[in-house]
């Protein structure tokens, strides 16, 4: 769960890791340590417990450290000294495994009704004990809580007659092992508990569905297509996916170092400058990279703006104007698809249109169809068409053009920095702001307003001559 | 106990060449949650459009159904020729790795729940408990913009492609979009937008290709797509039966599906133009808190309460691999890979970020820091470092 503390899965396994730390025979050593007056007993320190996890989970002090402060902030294990601090120390600090009575159970909720009950009978044992967080907390609850409020101070009376009878080391233990309960249901300020409660899931997943016709139908239609679904072998599907990993590899800041140098290790952004999303002369890895895919090249607004570089050579600027048009379509607003569509039409599909795109004609029939009644949608068909026309035959004869050729040469390849300490600290001081995004947009937007004003209406007899050269 | 959602009636009509029949989906109200699925040439259809039979038994439907859950387990493991860690054998393993935190962003006066890059790759939306939402320029540490949300668990937030906007939501079962200013002391929530509205609270939600639409997901178990300009609900996607904690959209070249997971531990991939869920998975033993694609669109990784990340091989159809260890009992948060998919970072309730090299399946780095636990971890769009969100108010970027 995104929001609340507790999970019923982690409960089990920790449990029983608490359970056998308890051991008498092979769990952690206890003995009976004196707090104040009164002597405790199963007390362990923290150290021991440490080494107990180390060793029995085969991890390092580190991660056992960790483990072992889960415990803590979980409320499975409770610090005598120090106890708002819901962590582990690695040294001779005192804790106690909490009673099963007060760990954290899915079933029962700490609510306010019992946590008013103990601060109420805190208050009646001795007055101004509370902290300001739990006055603050105090306060609250009686507001909320008015309607039964003698109900509240009756049995906040009731336990602390109760508390009384019993011998003193058993009111000792029992008040810190409550003690912690709270501190870890209600933190203090500046406490960090695992039991921190949010907001309740709102449908329980383990309720049982209404097994009507209705559920099993779906399940078979589901299943059905699911089988008929076309799957692939997992040499292939595996195989594919460790090719990404290889082919990717030199360009993982993680992996392999990025030049210059990786703005958050040196403070200098000049690698972000260095590929800016329409720099003039882009670097060698971002060229190299737009040969990896065709949605590679047209992901990158600077290999898109290559792209049409070559595009423009080869008069064959259509195809990848009308993937434009339907993608900004697609992902357009709802109110503006009809007029889009008018426009796509005109400009791409109709006969005799400016810009005409070749598709089959059992494609153009249903697209016209379509944009009768236009859904950012109705284009899936002929935008797919373009776009593997595009993939299969376009991108590769880019990729072995003078255009491309010319970009791979002119691209740059930035020497890696060698920052002194000095000179890194001096980065550190001086961290340039860069260019808010909202202004590079508005740039951008400017551009896109020019080109289509100068695309303005089309001549299309220079069209039409420049098609019959290239053919 | 369903939640009463309002019913939406949707016609959508996809016409599709090639090989694929005309589909007609009709989507009616939630309580119902019938799909009618009219395939031509398809004999299920006819009989999913059928009246209920007398003759028909539950029983009958039920070892009908069962007797598909085997027979689609036999397909799937016919093409099952070779493990993840047999491709992985002929790998080299990775070297080890320092990440350092480069950077701690205070502010916060509360458990930070969401956080997401903007496409510069420095700026970063970070949203908590207390109901403010910060625009932040993680590379300076600036702070840019602060919200304060009318409510309170902010557990969503996105930044918009184009970098001038936000979206976020929580408590308050909607989505709301704030456009960024230049001016610093312009007031954001007046020119805020309510977009999304659900039943019940906002989990996640993501931007689609664009600023004009956005997919959200549910603790009333749902997932559902909206125009930005209108508030108009564009699509709605049901098929989870508890409360929906995560999303994200494919890397693909067609852009057209999307993965979400939920409290039924359960992780759906969805057709963002029908509203049909196409895949399902169903291995995780516990609630599903995150869920992010392989950066090919092939596979999806998944983090859960259960302490273990897996991956998903979306063209097999299958799970691939586990990522878990013992010493792990602690639910995973969020998850998210680096840039070539080699490495899987996990952030988890035991306040620890585990690295997990997702080809031969082992842990390569735990990273320490964090004084409560991880929320949520994203790693930056050029791939150059990774920032994790916490329960301890704080963020820390890491590299």
Same mark, same amino acid.
């Given at each position: ?75 499975? %294990?409770?610090?005598? @000294? ?6 582990? +120390?690695?040294? &001779? $600090? #005192? ?125 078979? %239609?589901?299943?059905? @297509? ?6 692939? +072998?997992?040499? &292939? $599907? #595996? ?233 | ?399």
């Amino acid at each position: 769960s995104k929001i609340r503390g507790d999970t019923v899965h982690e409960q089990s396994s920790v449990e029983a890791m608490v359970l056998e730390m308890q051991d008498s025979k092979s769990g952690v050593k206890s003995s009976e340590q004196k707090l104040n007056i009164t002597s405790i007993p199963h007390v362990v320190t923290g150290q021991d417990i440490l080494a107990w996890i180390a060793n029995h989970m085969k991890v390092d002090a580190q991660e056992a450290q960790t483990i072992g402060t889960m415990l803590v902030a979980y409320g499975f %294990i409770y610090p005598l @000294q120090d106890h708002k601090k819901l962590i582990l +120390k690695p040294d &001779v $600090s #005192l804790y106690r495994f909490q009673t099963p009575y007060f760990w954290p159970v899915q079933k029962w909720k700490a609510d306010n009704t019992d946590y008013a009950i103990y601060l109420a009978k805190r208050n009646i044992r001795k007055k101004g004990t509370l902290d300001v967080y739990e006055q603050e907390y105090y306060k609250n609850l009686h507001k909320w809580l008015n309607h039964k409020w003698d109900f509240i101070v009756m049995q906040a009376k009731e336990q602390y007659r109760a508390g009384k009878e019993r011998n003193k080391a058993d009111r000792v233990v029992f008040d810190c092992q409550e003690r912690a309960y709270w501190i870890v249901h209600r933190p203090p300020p500046r406490t960090h508990s695992a039991m921190d409660y949010g907001v309740d899931r709102l449908i329980d997943p383990n309720a049982e569905e209404n097994k009507t016709f209705d559920y099993y139908r779906r399940i078979i %239609i589901f299943t059905q @297509q699911a089988i008929m679904r076309s799957k692939v +072998k997992s040499t &292939v $599907s #595996l195989g594919a996916i460790l090719k990404h990993m290889t082919t990717y590899k030199d360009h993982d800041p993680f992996l392999a170092p990025c030049l210059p140098s990786n703005p958050w290790q040196t403070d200098d952004s000049s690698y972000w400058d260095l590929n800016m999303r329409n720099v003039e002369i882009p670097t060698k890895m971002r060229v190299e990279r737009w040969s990896f895919s065709f949605f590679e090249l047209l992901n990158d607004p600077r290999g898109r703006t290559d792209f049409k570089v070559f595009l423009k050579k080869e008069f064959s600027g259509e195809n990848l104007a009308f993937w434009e048009a339907a993608e900004e379509m697609k992902w357009g607003t709802a109110s503006s698809i009809s007029e889009k569509a008018q426009t796509i039409f005109k400009t791409f599909l109709a006969p005799g249109a400016p810009r005409w795109i070749n598709i089959d004609g059992r494609t153009m029939g249903l697209t016209v169809k379509g944009l009768e009644h236009p859904h950012r949608y109705v284009l899936d068909a002929a935008q797919t068409h373009i776009f593997m026309l595009m993939k299969k035959d376009t991108f590769y004869r880019y990729l072995k053009s003078p255009v491309y050729k010319d970009i791979q040469k002119k691209a740059l390849s930035p020497a890696p920095h060698n920052f002194t300490p000095s000179q890194l600290e001096q980065n550190a001081q001086n961290r340039k702001p860069g260019i808010n995004p909202i202004i590079i947009w508005q740039q951008e937007e400017e551009e896109r307003a020019k080109a289509a004003a100068a695309a303005g209406p089309i001549d299309i007899k220079k069209l039409m001559a420049s098609k019959l050269d290239r053919k | 106990m369903y939640p009463s959602i309002h019913p939406s009636i949707h016609l959508s009509t996809l016409t599709s060449i090639s090989s694929s029949p005309v589909i007609i989906y009709v989507h009616l109200a939630v309580q119902q949650l019938q799909t009618l699925c009219f395939l031509a040439n398809f004999p299920l259809a006819k009989m999913a459009a059928q009246e209920v039979q007398p003759s028909e038994t539950i029983a009958k439907l039920k070892s009908e159904s069962e007797a598909l859950k085997t027979k689609l387990e036999e397909e799937r493991a016919k093409l099952h020729d070779v493990e993840l860690h047999q491709v992985a054998e002929k790998v080299d393993p990775l070297g080890q790795f320092v990440m350092k935190t480069r950077r701690t962003l205070k502010g916060h006066g509360n458990k930070v729940l969401c956080m997401d890059w903007c496409k510069d790759k420095r700026r970063i939306v970070s949203s908590s408990q207390d109901g403010k939402v910060i625009v932040w320029d993680a590379f300076t540490t600036n702070k840019e913009h602060a919200v304060t949300m009318p409510c309170t668990w902010v557990m969503a937030c996105a930044y918009a492609p184009s970098g001038c906007a936000v979206a976020c939501g929580g408590l308050d079962n909607k989505c709301s979009v704030y456009p960024l200013s230049l001016d610093k002391n312009e007031n954001l929530a007046a020119k805020k937008k309510s977009v999304a509205m659900h039943t019940n609270y906002l989990s996640a939600c993501s931007f689609t290709n664009s600023d004009m639409q956005i997919l959200t997901s549910s603790g009333d178990g749902t997932c559902a797509l909206w125009d930005v300009e209108s508030g108009q609900l564009l699509q709605s996607f049901h098929g989870h039966a508890a409360d929906v904690l995560c999303l994200d959209l494919a890397p693909s070249e067609t852009g057209n599906t999307f993965v979400s997971g939920g409290c039924d531990k359960k992780a759906n991939v969805w057709d963002m133009r029908s509203g049909q869920c196409i895949q399902s998975f169903e291995t995780h033993e516990s609630d599903i808190n995150s869920v992010r694609y392989y950066p090919s669109g092939d596979a999806f990784a998944s983090g859960s309460d259960d302490a273990t990340c897996r991956l998903y091989d979306l063209r097999a159809d299958r799970e691939v691999a586990i990522y878990s260890k013992e010493s792990i009992i602690f639910g995973a948060s969020s998850v998210d890979f680096s840039l070539s998919g080699r490495l899987l970072f996990g952030g988890y309730n035991d306040y620890t970020i585990n690295v997990w090299d997702v080809l031969k399946g082992t842990r390569v780095s735990i990273l320490f820091g964090h004084e409560n636990r991880v929320s949520t971890l994203r790693v930056s769009p050029d791939g150059t470092a990774f920032c994790s969100g916490s329960w301890d108010h704080t963020l820390r970027v890491r590299e």
